[in-house]
């Protein structure tokens, strides 16, 4: 076999690899996932194409390049690779049209016109040497190479003006799936396309060099294999080093049978031929998953204990760290043992734990929130399965190579998402890493089901000693309420007395005592209301109207003021609560909004009253200052009190009320400037 021979099989062998390689991939994803965009139905065809047109070329380089006169298996293989090609083209075109987003699907005309001109072109090869009018069969097929290249070179200028529009700067990098187009993919195609142009010029001048024929298979093998194999790069060395070893291992073997075959009986050698061949068969068989493991660890630096490493580190993670921790410690376990770039757990509540090199800025802003997590894919692993994810945030992987997204989740919750990053070696996860990922994250889940049963009975525990703690203070203030309300009382009649004597002295001192003596009586006042317990008499009632009536009662208060009072309720939300009950919660809560607006030139109070999945929602909002964050988490603290004068216990009584009614309150800064409350009780 000579030098150019040996250089063009390689030339076709391993982009055929290639291709074999990204098909079987694509086939396996689109038979689990069943993807619905028509872009992953036709890749594995394309491929399945290119691939079988690669492999006729490598027959033709098996066989001398230019052999005369062509035998009938000769022209066979010729009329299979044009057909091939032709496939490939046509399909190839067609995809195209599903890469832009969103997609632009093709008319039934445009898919009757590329499959039919590449129909025309295919039937032309079969019939070309009775249809083309020609004195001779040479110059008859030169006719029809000229017009197949021709084709070739059409099809791929349409191509390529569609993919520029589409393509982005940059070099190849994982994230994103793998029809993130770049700009180094359009040059190689232009490569490609300068190619044909070239065989189009070496057909017309009746070239037949081998050396030209393989600098053009040479590009163009090269130019449409080096996506494909960036995108698919871990899988294909992984694939080439298999066949590499067990290409050594077959010639070792040959080689062995030779040399045996000089000391055996001329009957036996084909059976010794036939024997170790046998005996190859079956050793590389029983040795491809330690071969596998070699080439991870050579290639990949992965061990192939990676799956015990990271059950026996989770087993020993304590759920007492807390949620957080747990997090922070699998996510820089995993990217040490997986050798990962990065590693990020974003947990439900939007909280990140990052590991390695992962930039989670973008992906933040676009990741879904709340139920809306649920609608991801169940599992995206390797870059190829991203397209299941939405747009905004397939993008964002694009850009932070992210490659894989598992969600965290047990029988019982879903505590968030596992998001790994990779380099291009790494963007595709074979099945044993898959699976080594799935029963990482599901052991974690089980952990952070612990960690959470465990931190909601700490808080548990805290809320009863706070709860008995509360009570102990509650009964200890009733009682020095009692104790300080008769002295309170006489020395308030006594002051008042002396203020009501005419020409008393010290007049303005009485009214500062006087005064002073009032906040005190509202005080003991508060303190025996909030340490009452509360004795709810329920009974059907409009939470609207009520709303209304009590902004009724601060009407004659407002007028002529500089504050609106407004009341906004779709129709009526009747709820089963206490009515003096309610009432006292929305007077407190209307009554520190018109406080936090005191000295403003103008202001807005508003009471919106809505039902809502089965409870009643009561907001009160204001256009006030607000309140520092720091101070929210205070507000219902019994004697927190931000102003001056206060005592602390108004909103400490209204969170009382309401969970007497089994709902809660909440105080957030309202949009734009202000404090907006929200109370939400059941319907019944």
Same mark, same amino acid.
Request: charged share 20%; glycine share 8%; hydrophobic share 50%.
């Given at each position: 076999m000579t030098t150019i021979q040996i250089v063009g099989i390689s030339l076709r062998l391993l982009p055929a690899l290639v291709w074999a390689v990204a098909g079987t991939q694509a086939l396996r994803f689109l038979l689990v996932h069943r993807p619905p965009s028509m872009l992953y139905r036709l890749f594995p065809l394309m491929a399945a194409s290119v691939t079988a047109g690669f492999l006729i070329g490598v027959v033709y380089w098996l066989g001398g390049f230019g052999a005369e006169p062509p035998g009938r298996v000769t022209k066979l293989l010729y009329l299979g690779n044009d057909l091939f090609i032709l496939t490939a083209l046509a399909v190839f075109r067609h995809m195209v049209r599903y890469l832009p987003v969103p997609e632009e699907p093709p008319s039934r005309a445009w898919l009757a016109g590329n499959y039919g001109s590449a129909a025309a072109v295919g039937l032309l090869a079969i =019939? +070309?040497?009775?249809? $083309?009018?020609?004195?001779? +069969?040479? %110059? *008859?097929l030169l006719v029809y190479r000229a017009i197949y290249v021709s084709y070739e070179l059409a099809i791929l200028v349409l191509c390529m003006r569609a993919l520029a529009r589409i393509a982005r700067r940059g070099g190849w990098r994982p994230g994103g799936g793998v029809i993130a187009l770049r700009y180094v993919d359009v040059a190689l195609l232009a490569a490609a396309g300068l190619a044909i142009a070239g065989a189009l010029v070496l057909i017309g001048r009746q070239a037949s060099a081998p050396h030209l024929w393989l600098m053009v298979d040479g590009v163009i093998g090269i130019a449409v294999t080096l996506p494909i194999a960036a995108r698919f790069l871990g899988e294909t060395v992984r694939v080439t080093a298999f066949l590499v070893l067990a290409a050594a291992a077959t010639a070792a073997a040959f080689l062995a049978a030779g040399a045996l075959a000089g000391v055996v009986a001329p009957g036996d050698r084909q059976l010794l031929q036939l024997g170790s061949s046998t005996l190859l068969l079956f050793v590389v068989m029983l040795l491809q998953p330690r071969i596998n493991e070699t080439v991870d660890a050579l290639f990949l630096r992965t061990s192939r204990r990676r799956r015990q490493v990271l059950q026996s580190f989770v087993h020993e993670l304590s759920p007492e760290l807390g949620t957080v921790e747990c997090c922070r410690r699998a996510v820089a376990e995993a990217v040490r043992v997986e050798q990962l770039r990065g590693a990020a757990v974003i947990l439900r509540g939007g909280e990140a734990v990052t590991a390695g090199e992962i930039d989670l800025g973008r992906v933040l802003d676009v990741w879904p929130t709340g139920e809306a997590q649920d609608e991801l894919p169940p599992q995206v692993l390797g870059d190829y399965g991203l397209h299941g994810l939405p747009l905004a945030l397939r993008e964002a992987f694009s850009e932070t190579s992210i490659v894989a997204t598992m969600p965290i989740a047990s029988p019982? !919750? *879903?505590? /968030?998402?596992?998001?790994?990053?990779? /380099? &291009?070696?790494?963007?595709? +996860?074979? #099945?044993?890493? !898959?699976? =080594?990922? @799935?029963?990482?994250?599901?052991?974690?889940?089980?952990?952070?089901?612990?960690?959470?049963?465990?931190? *909601?009975?700490?808080? @548990?525990?805290?809320? &009863?000693?706070?709860?008995?703690?509360?009570?102990? $203070?509650?009964?200890?203030?009733?009682? $020095?309420?009692?104790? $300080? #309300?008769?002295? @309170?009382? !006489?020395?308030?009649?006594?002051? %008042?007395?002396?203020? #009501?004597?005419?020409?008393?002295?010290?007049?303005?001192?009485?009214? &500062?005592?006087? /005064?002073?003596?009032?906040?005190?009586?509202?005080? @003991? !006042?508060?303190?025996l209301r909030f340490s009452r317990r509360e004795q709810l008499r329920r009974e059907p009632t409009d939470v609207a109207a009520l709303a209304r009536e009590t902004a009724d009662a601060f009407r004659t208060r407002l007028d002529g003021s500089h504050v609106t009072l407004d009341v906004r309720a779709d129709g009526a939300a009747v709820a089963e609560v206490d009515r003096d009950k309610m009432r006292q919660v929305l007077l407190n809560l209307v009554e520190n909004a018109l406080d936090a607006l005191a000295g403003r030139e103008r202001g807005t109070v508003t009471i919106a009253v809505a039902r809502d999945d089965g409870r009643v929602t009561i907001g009160v909002r204001d256009d006030g200052p607000g309140v520092d964050v720091d101070a929210l988490p205070h507000l219902f603290e019994p004697f927190f009190s931000l102003k001056p004068h206060g005592t602390g216990l108004g909103l400490a009584i209204v969170k009382r009320i309401v969970e007497a009614h089994g709902g809660r309150v909440t105080a957030t800064p309202a949009l734009g400037s202000g404090l907006a409350f929200c109370i939400e009780v059941p319907l019944a």
């Amino acid at each position: 076999m000579t030098t150019i021979q040996i250089v063009g099989i390689s030339l076709r062998l391993l982009p055929a690899l290639v291709w074999a390689v990204a098909g079987t991939q694509a086939l396996r994803f689109l038979l689990v996932h069943r993807p619905p965009s028509m872009l992953y139905r036709l890749f594995p065809l394309m491929a399945a194409s290119v691939t079988a047109g690669f492999l006729i070329g490598v027959v033709y380089w098996l066989g001398g390049f230019g052999a005369e006169p062509p035998g009938r298996v000769t022209k066979l293989l010729y009329l299979g690779n044009d057909l091939f090609i032709l496939t490939a083209l046509a399909v190839f075109r067609h995809m195209v049209r599903y890469l832009p987003v969103p997609e632009e699907p093709p008319s039934r005309a445009w898919l009757a016109g590329n499959y039919g001109s590449a129909a025309a072109v295919g039937l032309l090869a079969i =019939t +070309f040497p009775v249809v $083309i009018p020609a004195p001779t +069969f040479e %110059q *008859r097929l030169l006719v029809y190479r000229a017009i197949y290249v021709s084709y070739e070179l059409a099809i791929l200028v349409l191509c390529m003006r569609a993919l520029a529009r589409i393509a982005r700067r940059g070099g190849w990098r994982p994230g994103g799936g793998v029809i993130a187009l770049r700009y180094v993919d359009v040059a190689l195609l232009a490569a490609a396309g300068l190619a044909i142009a070239g065989a189009l010029v070496l057909i017309g001048r009746q070239a037949s060099a081998p050396h030209l024929w393989l600098m053009v298979d040479g590009v163009i093998g090269i130019a449409v294999t080096l996506p494909i194999a960036a995108r698919f790069l871990g899988e294909t060395v992984r694939v080439t080093a298999f066949l590499v070893l067990a290409a050594a291992a077959t010639a070792a073997a040959f080689l062995a049978a030779g040399a045996l075959a000089g000391v055996v009986a001329p009957g036996d050698r084909q059976l010794l031929q036939l024997g170790s061949s046998t005996l190859l068969l079956f050793v590389v068989m029983l040795l491809q998953p330690r071969i596998n493991e070699t080439v991870d660890a050579l290639f990949l630096r992965t061990s192939r204990r990676r799956r015990q490493v990271l059950q026996s580190f989770v087993h020993e993670l304590s759920p007492e760290l807390g949620t957080v921790e747990c997090c922070r410690r699998a996510v820089a376990e995993a990217v040490r043992v997986e050798q990962l770039r990065g590693a990020a757990v974003i947990l439900r509540g939007g909280e990140a734990v990052t590991a390695g090199e992962i930039d989670l800025g973008r992906v933040l802003d676009v990741w879904p929130t709340g139920e809306a997590q649920d609608e991801l894919p169940p599992q995206v692993l390797g870059d190829y399965g991203l397209h299941g994810l939405p747009l905004a945030l397939r993008e964002a992987f694009s850009e932070t190579s992210i490659v894989a997204t598992m969600p965290i989740a047990s029988p019982r !919750a *879903r505590h /968030g998402h596992l998001l790994l990053s990779t /380099g &291009l070696l790494r963007a595709y +996860f074979p #099945r044993d890493d !898959a699976d =080594t990922l @799935v029963a990482f994250t599901d052991q974690l889940a089980l952990v952070l089901d612990a960690s959470e049963l465990l931190e *909601r009975a700490v808080a @548990v525990e805290r809320s &009863l000693a706070h709860a008995e703690k509360l009570a102990l $203070i509650g009964e200890l203030a009733a009682r $020095i309420a009692h104790e $300080i #309300r008769n002295p @309170v009382t !006489a020395a308030k009649s006594l002051a %008042q007395q002396l203020a #009501r004597e005419p020409d008393a002295p010290f007049a303005e001192e009485h009214e &500062l005592i006087l /005064g002073e003596l009032g906040r005190v009586e509202r005080l @003991v !006042a508060d303190l025996l209301r909030f340490s009452r317990r509360e004795q709810l008499r329920r009974e059907p009632t409009d939470v609207a109207a009520l709303a209304r009536e009590t902004a009724d009662a601060f009407r004659t208060r407002l007028d002529g003021s500089h504050v609106t009072l407004d009341v906004r309720a779709d129709g009526a939300a009747v709820a089963e609560v206490d009515r003096d009950k309610m009432r006292q919660v929305l007077l407190n809560l209307v009554e520190n909004a018109l406080d936090a607006l005191a000295g403003r030139e103008r202001g807005t109070v508003t009471i919106a009253v809505a039902r809502d999945d089965g409870r009643v929602t009561i907001g009160v909002r204001d256009d006030g200052p607000g309140v520092d964050v720091d101070a929210l988490p205070h507000l219902f603290e019994p004697f927190f009190s931000l102003k001056p004068h206060g005592t602390g216990l108004g909103l400490a009584i209204v969170k009382r009320i309401v969970e007497a009614h089994g709902g809660r309150v909440t105080a957030t800064p309202a949009l734009g400037s202000g404090l907006a409350f929200c109370i939400e009780v059941p319907l019944a």
